[in-house]
T-cell receptor, first 109, second 114 residues
């Protein structure tokens, strides 16, 4: 079973920041939080991951709360091409990603 | 260049047939995986191989047999196909086996069993 809870869907205006929340209240101290997205008809695409500290890369930022029970993925300037299903995953073992239902993000013009 | 490539992209076949899906990665990764996405869109791991050695086998029926001729290839053979095998199958790879490096996925093979 997935160890994360995400809202099923969200909308975001093009050009605005998209903030996608994730709850992982049962996360253990050595478990990483990963974010992937799946654009229609494509394979999942890695976005970012983190353990304790906030992380940023060319695609997004990941904000993890101090107690590690929740996190937020931030797409700073959403475009129409960011419309996808976003998965927040707590990685329980190397290679073993347990996907939940994810959040369907719809970016609107 | 496609990092993780699968063939075929679509596969339509009848119940009882045997079919194979091929996967190749050109990333130099040590570990490869097969994931299955069912009609409800849930993605579940099936197998993982590290340097041609089976690491994870998630209670997949014996009709499914992965084969890794070398660390850049992981093929999936399915015998006696059933209607319930219809799904999208994704191949993936990652740098190592004991670490937490990200997985890189192919674009999937949509299998339809009639």
């Amino acid at each position: 079973d997935a160890k994360t809870t995400q809202p099923p869907s969200m909308d975001c205006a093009e050009g605005r920041a998209a903030n996608l929340p994730c709850n992982h209240s049962t996360i253990s101290g050595n478990e990483y939080v990963y974010w992937y997205r799946q654009i229609h008809s494509q394979g999942p695409q890695y976005i970012i991951h983190g353990l304790k500290n906030n992380e940023t890369n060319e695609m997004a930022s990941l904000i993890i709360t101090e107690d590690r029970k929740s996190s937020t993925l931030i797409l700073p300037h959403a475009t129409l091409r960011d419309t996808a299903v976003y998965y927040c995953i707590v990685r329980v073992a190397p290679g073993k990603l347990i996907f939940g239902q994810g959040t369907t993000l719809q970016v609107k013009p | 260049d496609t990092a993780v490539s699968q063939t075929p992209k679509y596969l339509v076949t009848q119940m009882g047939n045997d079919k194979s899906i091929k996967c190749e990665q050109n990333l130099g990764h040590d570990t490869m995986y097969w994931y299955k996405q069912d009609s409800k869109k849930f993605l579940k791991i099936m197998f993982s191989y590290n340097n041609k050695e089976l690491i994870i086998n998630e209670t997949v029926p014996n009709r499914f047999s992965p084969k890794s001729p070398d660390k850049a290839h992981l093929n999936l053979h399915i015998n006696s196909l059933e209607l319930g095998d219809s799904a999208v199958y994704f191949c993936a790879s990652s740098q190592g086996q004991g670490d937490y490096s990200p997985l890189h996925f192919g674009n999937g093979t949509r299998l339809t069993v009639t």
